[in-house]
């Protein structure tokens, strides 16, 4: 089945460090979530995009909506140990299809 | 709200045997869904749902069936448990956000179930 490309696969980074990860798709999407997810435990809603080149942030979160609707970033800021999780994007086609698709994923890992 | 609730949490099964996997929702969300997640594949749809007695098939639906007789709840039924049904099952439930010309929604995730098919 179709799947978002996703990179990173995993990162090791030092706490402190900004990082970065980003969402590629062949297809045009109207709506790009990004999740954590943290061992045993199901996928945390992080960041919601709807519109081509928004920008929106929580806390040291921004996630951005490529200008080409086929694109998503998340960045974090000044990462800490308790970043540490798997970080997926996921994105939505037209507005008449409820069928989300996901990426493989991002490891994150802090090395504090 | 307590949000998306799954039960179980673990669950192991022989070959050949049938099971339900309950999901229950508190937010009065239109949308609920059906995920397995396996190792480095990401999260894979199985079915979803756009409304009490509306269900559809997502991107791996054999062996798996659903209803969805009232908004809060939506069970996923496995008929013949097989080994390759092995893996974590995600329910999740969205709201549909009406924008400017259009309308999208955003998925929140149950805790999930994990499967194990000897």
């Known amino acids: 089945g179709q799947q978002l490309n996703q990179s990173p696969q995993s990162m090791f980074i030092q706490e402190g460090e900004d990082v970065s990860m980003n969402c590629t798709s062949s297809?045009?999407?109207?709506?790009w979530l990004w999740y954590k997810q943290e061992p045993g435990e199901g996928p945390v809603l992080l960041i919601a995009l709807y519109k081509a080149g928004e920008l929106t942030s929580n806390g040291r979160l921004t996630a951005q909506f490529g200008i080409t609707r086929k694109d998503s970033f998340l960045n974090i800021s000044a990462s800490i140990p308790s970043d540490v999780g798997i970080y997926f994007c996921a994105g939505k086609g037209t507005s008449g299809t409820y069928k989300y698709i996901f990426g493989t994923g991002t490891r994150l890992k802090v090395l504090a | 709200n307590a949000g998306v609730t799954q039960t179980p949490k673990f669950q192991v099964l022989k070959t050949g045997q049938s099971m339900t996997l309950q999901c229950a929702q508190d937010m009065n969300h239109e949308y609920m869904s059906w995920y397995r997640q396996d190792p480095g594949m990401g999260l894979r749809l199985i079915h979803y749902s756009v409304g009490a007695g509306i269900t559809d098939q997502g991107e791996v639906p054999n062996g798996y069936n659903v209803s969805r007789s009232t908004t809060e709840d939506f069970p996923l039924r496995l008929l013949s448990a097989a080994p390759s049904q092995t893996s974590v099952y995600f329910c999740?439930?969205?709201?549909?956000?009406?924008?400017?010309?259009?309308?999208?929604?955003?998925?929140?995730f149950g805790p999930g179930t994990r499967l194990t098919v000897l």
């Open positions: 297809s045009i999407f109207n709506t």
């Open positions: 999740a439930s969205s709201y549909r956000l009406v924008l400017g010309g259009g309308h999208t929604d955003t998925q929140y």
